[in-house]
């Protein structure tokens, strides 16, 4: 192996790679989340009430779960038959790129109904790339690590979430102080969007010096790669898909909620500044950090599993803890709910990585890791901020903790009967039973 092949599999620069790319996916992903709470329903959704066009907004925040899993089959067709490393460097053009763009689209008081047609376009370019990004991400990190290692480095592209959250709301934040409210509706909201150009610069100068996998190279070695990966993946590994999807659900409500939701209804709803939610959510984020580290280094004492399905029993709890704390009327209170959301979901998150992975072989690891992960995202974070709001609507914050309560009870469901151990992932063998 040559210098230059050393230092791109060199352990520093693959977890780099892994956490700087989802770290500006997601970043990507949330400064849209966080625009569709605050201000892109009466830009782009003009509707007889400020409730409908944030449930207009919300509407157009899920057209990025229905991308996820088609750009999670075409990115793990290519990303199982070609490489990891040049899949990656896609996905990345192909999101920040949509996330630029939003950023100079016109309004609907400029353009008419073709402003929220080109909004939701673009929505699905993000979500199509993310498809294949944290796939890809996770396997980086996971095909790259020691026996005894894999839920650590497997947590590296899961501790890109609080990171892209922190940059995103932090910059929200940022602009909320220095800009008058009609200056923030008018252009400041754009920032965000056009400074996505410079991540992903960033991103790209860390991702195109890696070297493949060595699981990625061993399984071409033994056998040449599938034709369809999507259909080996159907056809031999139903019960890993089934499950794995599921398995993914309560993270993602339990995310959306804790953010998105929260953010709208505690800025309309329950009255709060903007300034100060987005505050008190960008101190509670640390606590998923926090959570992700945790649980990473539990999951490769334990297992993976074990620690999902602890993770999935607490978020009963915090479905239960929300109405009280989310609507007690206290900033301080909601403040600590958040906290105690977040830093579960980084139980029910940061295993994941080496979890899903851990459930397909190498020849179709890609495929199958992303489309559980995405289609886990259609069902527990696509539609979770229009009908947490349309609950609280028609029958307060309890119906939401109802609802957090059995995503988790569904996840912890379908982990129940995948036992036993993580693949030999270097290996690039079939998965265990």
Known sequence: MSTEERRGASPTRVLLASLVGTAVEFYDFYIYATAASLVFGPLFFPAASPSAQLLAAYGSFGIAFLARPLGSIVFGHYGDRVGRKSTLVASLLLMGGSTVLIGVLPT???IGWLAPLALCLLRFGQGFGLGGEWGGAVLLAVENAPASHRARYGMFPQIGAPVG???ANGLFLLLGAFLTPAQF?????RLPFLGSAVLVLLGLWVRLKLTET?????ALEEAPPPAVPLAEVVRGYPRQTVGGTFAAIVCFALFYLATAFALGYGTTTLGYGRTAFLGVQLGAILFLGLGIVIAGWWADVASPRRVLM???VMTVVVGFLLA???????LSLVGLFLCLALMVMGFVYGPLGAWLP?????????????????????????????????????????????YLAGAALISLAALYPLRGKLVVVLAGGAPGP
């Open 165 to 167: 959250f922190i940059a």
């Open 108 to 110: 609907y008081d400029s």
């Open 214 to 218: 060595p699981a990625f190279a061993k």
């Open 185 to 189: 509706q008018a252009w400041g909201w």
């Open 324 to 330: 009280p704390m989310l609507g007690s009327g206290s």
């Open 310 to 312: 602890v993770g999935c």
């Open 358 to 402: 851990s459930l397909f072989p190498a020849r179709v690891r890609y495929t199958g890791t992303s489309m559980t992960f995405n289609l886990g995202g259609i069902l527990g974070g696509g539609v979770a901020p229009a009908l947490a709001q349309s609950l609280a609507q028609s029958g307060g914050l309890p119906y939401v903790g109802l």
